[in-house]
């Protein structure tokens, strides 16, 4: 990598704890999914399995509510008083809540106070995820040079990819191992637990990191960190936060119709769960591949373009590939159907990421980036299912689901084409600016 005067172990040591803590995030958010049946029946016990596997998802949905809260406080935090300590505080926070839905005990042991313990304890991993995102990506945008930003911060989103495969593994593994009622009985609890074992690795690495903002910055090099090119035709903050807004809505939406896959398989296909968890596992594998084509082609081609060819590319693709998937439904289409919405949807992150970053200032972008991130994921993360599962239901028609992602497509493409390119090697007459200006 070139590193226009960074060390490159500086930057490696920032990726792998960037790394980590989206694992984490990511570990939490598939495994919670992947048992909600045991966790509702440990805290929302029911005669009706529908009244208990409801209130297992709506627990998991409220760790939305938190991450505007996250986004705000954190944000705020880590511009005022630095990103590695911010960084290491949001890990403090997930490990907390992690361990409270791990460890709390059921319904039959204390009653009420058990659902409250893990709802608030949701809520407060919501508010650590809140503010990783916003943070770690200003962090990255910052201790990487001009030349390699894109594939550095690709990274980041790769790493997302690789935990949702390596998170689906370890969750089938645990229920063959043990059997379904050891796995209701207490599998869950050392499932969800799994992923304390990688926080105080998370701790350590970050705790050894360089500070990049701030009066702890000192003795970092600074020779290229932070100094972005920009022109009179730049994005402006407010600008960036408003195209910023629709892409993450749009990139948020596209990734939930991707996990909705097991669900349209079983649901609407009538194939079995095996198969629509593969399908999931496909497109995150097309997502890894995505994301470090985009990161290369952002450094290469400058962030607009690398952001114009995938979301084109959205507009035509979704709605041949259902149509394919719904006149021969079975693992082949499925898959491969998976595997490349899952790889242009991916080479667009990185991008996102980097242009956003880039057009908001120094002095506040944690804050910014991580509400601009925050709240889509917020909005759209926690209704995107349950509006496909409505659509579908008052359409009677399987397409729908690909003409919603045209339809973001579209949207996205609009915003894309208000966007100024802020990549400092693509700009003309750019002039320079110093560090916190």
């Known amino acids: 990598m070139v590193n226009d005067g960074h060390d490159p172990r500086q930057v490696r040591r920032a990726v792998a704890a960037v790394a980590l803590g989206n694992a984490i995030e990511v570990y939490d958010f598939v495994i919670f999914a992947f048992l909600a049946v045991q966790i509702g029946k440990a805290f929302f016990p029911s005669h009706d399995p529908y009244a208990s596997l409801m209130g297992s998802l709506a627990t998991f949905a409220v760790g939305f509510v938190g991450r505007p809260i996250g986004a705000h406080w ?14 290491l505080l949001s890990m403090v926070l997930m490990g907390v809540g992690l361990a409270g839905v791990a460890l709390t005990p059921d319904y039959a042991t204390i009653g009420v106070a058990a659902p409250l313990i893990v709802i608030a304890a949701r809520i407060l991993q919501g508010v650590a995820m809140g503010g990783e995102i916003g943070i770690s990506t200003s962090y990255l945008v910052e201790i ?94 407010l600008r960036a936060i ?143 299912q349950l509006f496909l599962t409505w659509l579908l239901h008052v359409t009677a028609t399987p397409l729908a689901v690909a003409w919603v992602r045209v339809v973001s497509a579209g949207i996205a493409l609009l915003a894309i084409s208000q966007l100024r390119e802020s990549a400092p090697h693509r700009q003309v007459g750019a002039t320079r600016i110093p560090h916190g200006a």
């Open 144 to 237: 990487a040079g001009d030349a390699d930003r894109g594939r550095v911060t690709s990274l980041q989103a790769a790493s997302q990819s690789v935990a949702f495969v390596m998170t689906t593994v370890i969750g089938f593994g645990i229920s063959a191992a043990i059997g379904p009622e050891a796995l209701a009985a207490w599998g869950w609890r050392v499932a969800l637990g799994l992923g304390l074992v990688i926080l105080p690795v998370a701790i350590l690495m970050r705790q050894s990191l360089p500070e990049t903002h701030g009066p702890q910055a000192r003795g970092f090099d600074r020779r290229a960190r932070d100094v972005i090119a920009v022109t009179p035709a730049a994005n402006s903050p």
């Open 242 to 384: 408003v195209i910023g807004v629709i892409l993450f809505a749009s990139g948020t939406i596209a990734t939930y119709c991707s996990n909705y896959t097991a669900t349209f398989a079983q649901a609407t296909l009538h194939l079995s769960s095996t198969i629509g968890l593969g399908a999931s596992v496909a497109a995150s594998i097309g997502g890894f591949g995505g994301s470090l084509l985009g990161g290369w082609m952002c450094d290469r081609f400058g962030r607009k373009l690398t952001l114009v060819l995938p979301f084109a590319v959205m507009l035509l693709l979704p709605v041949p590939l259902f149509g394919w998937i719904i006149a021969a439904p079975g693992w082949q289409s499925l898959a491969a159907s998976s595997l490349m919405l899952g790889l242009f949807s991916g080479i667009s992150g990185p991008a996102i990421y980097v242009s956003v970053a880039e057009s908001l200032p120094q002095t506040n972008r944690a804050h910014l980036f991580s509400l601009v991130y925050a709240v889509p994921i917020a909005v759209f993360g926690g209704t995107t």
């Open 74 to 87: 954190l944000g705020r935090r880590a511009d005022r008083h630095g990103r590695k300590p911010t960084l």
